[in-house]
């Protein structure tokens, strides 16, 4: 299934599992995670958490499966998305 929109909630410790895991779409920086700008609709780079810009149509099927695969690796919890 596709994914509309991928978030980072409070929490996220900069493991880099996310970044390791899905990187064209994780940004680990030194205090905490971003969603890259080049996948997201609005051109941003921040944790998403307010925007929840959706990711380019491009980008939905094509890197759900990674985008999945880091949520659920997240020793934290904080990856948070939205299929469509």
């Not at 921040?46 to 094509?62: C, G, H, Y």
């Amino acid at each position: 299934m596709a994914i509309k929109s991928v978030w980072i909630d409070e929490g996220c410790i900069m493991c880099n599992a996310c970044d390791a895991e899905c990187p064209d779409v994780f940004l680990v920086t030194d205090t905490t995670c971003m969603i890259k700008a080049d996948v997201r609709e609005d051109g941003a780079e921040t944790e998403n958490r307010d925007e929840k810009s959706p990711l380019k149509a491009e980008f939905q099927t094509s890197l759900a499966d990674a985008i999945k695969a880091a949520a659920s690796g997240c020793p934290v919890e904080v990856i948070q998305f939205e299929e469509v």
